[in-house]
């Protein structure tokens, strides 16, 4: 079963950019979606993107489309996830989770496999 790391956060000014890394393995088969998610402080956990580690095709929440881009390295063991022009409504925690099969969304409850998370905090 693929193992999510998650890694890359930190604290940046308003408008800076950050890339996130999702460090994916422990499978045999690249049959998995890998998507990444937030939780805002006292908000419910909202998935922000996810791709297929074997199509091409990216999905994104309408919310952060134009901002960040998901992307994964040639081996297929690291998934990323660029966001530019930060602003403070994006301070989280973000994860990196991974289900068998197809992207069909971005609901949490439907991805099984997740890491302990990478804090992104924007100051203004």
């Known amino acids: 079963q693929v193992q999510p790391v998650e890694s890359g956060g930190g604290s940046v000014q308003a408008g800076g950019s950050l890339r996130l890394s999702c460090a994916v393995n422990?499978?045999?088969?690249?049959?998995?979606?890998v998507g990444w998610f937030r939780r805002p402080p006292g908000k419910e956990r909202e998935g922000v993107a996810a791709?297929?580690?074997?199509?091409?095709?990216?999905y994104y929440a309408d919310s952060v489309k134009g901002r960040f881009t998901i992307s994964q390295d040639n081996a297929k063991t690291a998934v990323y996830l660029q966001i530019g022009n930060l602003k403070p409504g994006d301070t989280a925690m973000y994860y990196c989770?991974?289900?068998?099969?197809?992207?069909?969304?971005?609901?949490?409850?439907?991805?099984?496999?997740w890491g302990q998370g990478t804090q992104v905090t924007v100051s203004s």
């Open positions: 989770a991974a289900h068998l099969g197809r992207c069909l969304h971005l609901q949490p409850s439907g991805f099984l496999y």
């Open positions: 422990g499978y045999t088969y690249s049959n998995y979606c």
């Open positions: 791709l297929h580690l074997a199509r091409p095709n990216a």
